[in-house]
């Protein structure tokens, strides 16, 4: 009984957590305005963390694939990520001074 009970919450967790991701459509041609420029915003503010102190990586960032979920709560809600990664160059300045020591 206790086995059918847990797994009767994981699915029920399972099933909360894909409900959520399984309402997506393409987005409408003012939304796609709206991501083009949130897309332009954020980069603008990432690319002024490039430097030749930095190795920088686009982990993630908005494709053509993007899709808008619906019924989300939100105003708009995106099945995308931005994220990047920065770390010190090995033989700047702050990899000598801060890393390295």
Known sequence: MRRFLMCSILVLLASALVLPFAALRP???AEKLVLEKYESVINK???????SDWDENVDYSVNEDVAVGTNAGR???VDELFQRTYRVRNGSEPWNQVVGP
């Open 75 to 77: 105003p708009l809600d």
């Open 45 to 51: 503010t990432l690319d002024q963390f490039q430097s």
């Open 27 to 29: 987005p409408t041609a």
